[in-house]
């Protein structure tokens, strides 16, 4: 982990148009940002429906369209496709998952059909964090890697800290929020603990000085795999929300 975050992330947003990069993060998040404040509740929804459809959407035309295509293509072709899919991906599939995930949350709180929510939100941030830096830590052989352990360290005190002050008033909330958490929980921890870092990992490969095209393509595939087991998830969440909406599925 010898590489700095910000030459990675100028890297990869070079080789993903830096017009596109911004983009795929700005425009979301703005989006969020506008329809949570100063929006309506129904612009709100929208946003955070459409943001889920596109995160679901990519996720399962990766692993029931693309995967496939690109299985039987050689190792070198399928590596050229990574190459230039890649760095794309690692811009624009965060941003979706995030306004999704914080716009359903903030949307269930301002709808008011997340009761006692504090002290699930205080175990959903710990659940969150904590696995995905330690898969990232791990991924990166970076547990002594002082980057690693500031942002671990940080992150185990928010999460210790938000579970004491929160936990004490702790109360069931809606079962159906509390398993759509659940699998948020998962979602998030794949997403940015190991599909996020796999990236990364191949945008490394791509520009070292010889790189392994077998290594690219070999991760490539397993997120393009990974991407369907996250479709499935996210289905299952749009089955919840749906038995939310209407008392039932």
């Keep these: 982990m010898t590489e700095t ?5 100028r890297g990869m947003g070079s080789r993903a148009n830096p ?8 425009l979301p998040v703005l989006a969020l940002l506008l329809a949570a404040t100063v929006g309506t509740r129904e612009q709100h929804t929208y946003v955070h429906v459409m943001a889920g459809v596109l995160w679901t959407g ?9 995967g496939p295509v690109l299985g039987g ?21 965060p941003s979706l998952a995030l306004v999704t995930i914080v716009g359903g949350i903030t949307l269930a709180l301002r709808v008011q059909v997340f009761p006692n929510a504090q002290p699930w939100l205080a175990l959903f941030t710990a659940f969150t964090l904590l696995p995905a830096l330690l898969s990232i830590g791990w991924q990166f052989d970076a547990f002594r890697d002082r980057r690693w352990l500031v942002a671990f360290g940080l992150s185990l005190l928010v999460s210790v800290a938000y579970l004491g002050t929160t936990l004490p008033a702790f109360e ?6 509390a398993v759509a958490l659940a699998i948020v929980t998962v979602l998030s921890v794949l997403g940015f603990g190991v599909l996020l870092p796999g990236e990364v990992k191949m945008y490394r490969e791509m520009t070292s000085d010889d790189p392994d095209t077998e290594v690219i393509s070999r991760i490539g595939m397993r997120n393009a795999k990974l991407a369907g087991v996250q479709g499935v998830f996210q289905l299952a969440v749009v089955a919840s929300m749906v038995s ?6």
């Design 19 to 26: 017009a596109f990069a911004a983009g795929a993060i700005l």
């Design 73 to 93: 293509l050689a190792v070198d072709a399928r590596s050229s496709v990574f190459e230039r899919f890649t760095p794309k991906m690692t811009f624009l599939m």
């Design 172 to 177: 069931m909330t809606s079962h159906v929020i």
């Design 244 to 249: 939310l909406r209407y008392g039932g599925f």
């Design 58 to 66: 990519i996720d399962l035309f990766m692993a029931m369209v693309l």
């Design 5 to 9: 975050v910000r030459g990675t992330v």
